[in-house]
């Protein structure tokens, strides 16, 4: 390989694959913050029709198992989208500016 040769993958350049996890990163926070706003807007619906006893502690706890239970394999797949440390480190960056500027 000579000097004047690049490194590329299928013809495109290297900073169009490292821009790509950085855009991802920064649409995902994007969405992100919007589902926290959704989040906190249903945690006070529900405070509210507990507190009415429109629904009861027993089908919040059923609800509440039910997402403990996916916890583990989010972790796992969090874990593997950071794994690539280059390319996690884009999708960081990118989404902790989507989420502070989204």
Same mark, same amino acid.
């Given at each position: 390989m000579g000097a004047d040769q690049t490194i590329s993958f299928h013809g495109l350049p290297p900073i169009v694959l490292a821009a790509?996890?950085?855009i991802v990163g920064l649409i995902l926070? &994007?969405?992100i913050k919007r589902i926290l706003k959704l989040a906190i807007i249903l945690t006070l619906v529900a405070a509210i029709a507990l507190y009415l006893g429109? &629904?009861?502690w027993s089908t919040l706890n059923t609800?509440? #198992? #039910? &997402?403990y239970s996916h916890i583990p394999l989010a972790i796992h797949y /969090? /874990?593997?989208l950071f794994a690539m440390l280059p390319l996690g480190l884009g999708f960081a960056i990118g989404f902790l500016i989507g989420l502070l500027r989204g």
């Open positions: 790509i996890p950085f926070g &994007v969405f429109v &629904v009861s609800y509440l #198992e #039910e &997402v /969090a /874990a593997l």
